[in-house]
């Protein structure tokens, strides 16, 4: 069983900066895969970007690419995402997600475990 929970979300203008973090608990986070989504109202959860187990492989979105960028500190059971230049359509609660499957997981069905999500809003 692994618990995630997410911080570091907020409000920002467009063009700011935020980083989200996300801390696991359990002693077998190095096993995991970790990925970034998020929700929008009324829309579907959405993928942002995926890392492997070892950090050394990523997938980001075309949407946040060269904006966003994914790491992990395995020793301190923890995964960020530093978002920059945000802009408006970046609105919405950012989930974390741990998989054991696949090297980068895209789809959300291939993740084991949840964060409860973290709001990031971002004005025009």
């Known amino acids: 069983q692994v618990q995630l929970v997410e911080s570091g979300g907020g409000w920002v203008q467009a063009g700011g900066s935020l980083r989200l973090s996300c801390a696991a608990s359990?002693?077998?986070?190095?096993?995991?895969?970790m990925g970034w989504f998020r929700q929008a109202p009324g829309k579907e959860r959405e993928f942002v970007v995926a890392?492997?187990?070892?950090?050394?492989?990523?997938y980001y979105a075309d949407s946040v690419k060269g904006r966003f960028t994914i790491s992990r500190d395995n020793a301190k059971n923890t995964v960020y995402l530093q978002m920059n230049s945000l802009k408006p359509e970046d609105t919405a609660v950012y989930f974390c997600?741990?998989?054991?499957?696949?090297?980068?997981?895209?789809?959300?069905?291939?993740?084991?475990?949840w964060g409860q999500g973290t709001q990031v809003t971002v004005s025009s």
């Open positions: 890392m492997n187990r070892s950090g050394d492989n990523t």
């Open positions: 359990g002693r077998t986070f190095s096993s995991y895969a």
């Open positions: 997600a741990a998989s054991r499957t696949g090297l980068v997981p895209r789809s959300p069905h291939t993740y084991d475990y």
